[in-house]
C-alpha cells in the first residue's frame, strides 16, 4: 500500500534559505489507516471455525459480513458458581499457545506511541491465530512518529528492540462493523483497529480480568455444560451440534462456569466438560455440576468471556 509523506525542514536561525540543501531535511513516510486496504477475515469457514463452522444452511454470517455477536449462537445465558446468572460470549474453539501482538513504545517511555495502531502477523484460519495475544513491547527511537510501521517484517527490517512480556489479552479478531455491547466494570465495548501486513484489521478486546501467561500457555478455567444429545463419537449430531438444553420457554442454560472474573483463578478460556443432561434439572451451582454424571471431560477450550452478572 502506498505510505503518504510528512515533511521536516529544519532551519537553523539566522542561515539564510537558500544554504539549506537536501541533507537539512528529512522525510517520514506513515501509513494512513484511514486509506489503508482493510484486511479479509472470517471466523466461520472451515480452516477458522471449530464449533461455529459456515454450512449452507446455519445461517453463519459470510466472509467480511459484519457480526453482531449479541444474538444466538453468539451469546449465552449461564450460571455461576454460586447459581448468579450470568452471559457470555461464544468465540469458538482457542488454543492455549498465544499468538504475539506487536505494541510500540518510544524509548524510555511507559505508554504506547500515541496514534500508532497494534500489529498482529495473523488471522482466523491462519496457522498460529490465537484470540488471545502476547503482548511483544516494541521499543522505537525518540522521532519516531505513528504509523511508520504497519507489518512485523518493518519492525523486524528496522531492527527495533522486542520484549516479550508476560501480558495476555483477549481481542477476538472481526469483520469490520461487528458489534458486541456487552462489558463488565464500564469497559467500552467498541471495535479497535490494528494493523496486519500493512492491512487494518479490526477487532474487540475484553478486559474483565487481568490475564498473564502461565508457563508460556494461557490459563485455563472449568466449564460443565450440558446438550440436547449427550456427546456421542458415533453421532455427529450429539454434543455441540445439538445445542445446549435450556429451561423451557428460555434461553437459559445450566451451563456452570467455576470462577468469575473477580476469581484469581479466572480465565475466559474454559475446559469444557459436559454432563448428562438427564441431570439438567439438578444443576444450579458449581457444586452440583461437577457431582452430576459425567459425559466428558476435557472436550475443548473455548474463548467465552464473562460480559454480565446482573
Known amino acids: 500500500m502506498k505510505k503518504f509523506k510528512i515533511l521536516l525542514v529544519s532551519v537553523a536561525l539566522g542561515v539564510s534559505m537558500f544554504a539549506c540543501n537536501d541533507d537539512d531535511n528529512e522525510s517520514k513516510e506513515i501509513y494512513d489507516p484511514n486509506t489503508a486496504a482493510v484486511a479479509s477475515v472470517d471466523r466461520f469457514s472451515a480452516a477458522a471455525g471449530h464449533l461455529q463452522v459456515r454450512t449452507t444452511t446455519n445461517g453463519l454470517p459470510a466472509a467480511n459480513a459484519a457480526v453482531n455477536f449479541d444474538q444466538g449462537p453468539f451469546i449465552t445465558k449461564g450460571l455461576g458458581p454460586s447459581g448468579q446468572h450470568v452471559a ?5 474453539v482457542q488454543s492455549t499457545t498465544p499468538a504475539p501482538i506487536w505494541v510500540l513504545y518510544h524509548e524510555g517511555e511507559s505508554t504506547p506511541v500515541s496514534g500508532q495502531l497494534n500489529i498482529i502477523d495473523v488471522l482466523p484460519g491462519e496457522n498460529g491465530y490465537n484470540d488471545f495475544w502476547q503482548i511483544v513491547k516494541v521499543t522505537v527511537p525518540a522521532d519516531y512518529q505513528a504509523n511508520e510501521v504497519a507489518s512485523y517484517d518493518e519492525i523486524n527490517s528496522r531492527g527495533y528492540k522486542q ?3 508476560s501480558t495476555l489479552v483477549n481481542c477476538p479478531v472481526v469483520p469490520q462493523g461487528s458489534t458486541a455491547s456487552l462489558r463488565l ?5 467498541g471495535i479497535i483497529r490494528g494493523w496486519y501486513k500493512e492491512k487494518v484489521v479490526y477487532y474487540f478486546t475484553f478486559g474483565e480480568k487481568a490475564l498473564t501467561v502461565t508457563s508460556g500457555k494461557v490459563p485455563v478455567s472449568p466449564i460443565y455444560v450440558s446438550f440436547n444429545i449427550n456427546p456421542d463419537a458415533n453421532n455427529a ?9 435450556t429451561e423451557d420457554g428460555s434461553t437459559q442454560t445450566h451451563n456452570v462456569v467455576a470462577t468469575l472474573p ?3 483463578a479466572y480465565s475466559p478460556l474454559w475446559s469444557v466438560s459436559a ?3 438427564a441431570d439438567f434439572d439438578k444443576v444450579n451451582n458449581i457444586a452440583t455440576a461437577v457431582s452430576a454424571t459425567s459425559v466428558g471431560q476435557g472436550l475443548a477450550n473455548v474463548n467465552c468471556p464473562i460480559v454480565s452478572i446482573p
Do not use: I, L, M, Q
Open 275 to 277: 454432563y448428562d443432561n
Open 88 to 92: 457470555y460470549y461464544n468465540f469458538d
Open 237 to 245: 449430531n450429539s454434543g455441540p451440534a445439538s445445542g445446549f438444553v
Open 185 to 189: 466494570n464500564g469497559e467500552s465495548s
Open 163 to 165: 520484549e516479550t512480556t
Open 262 to 264: 473477580s476469581d484469581a
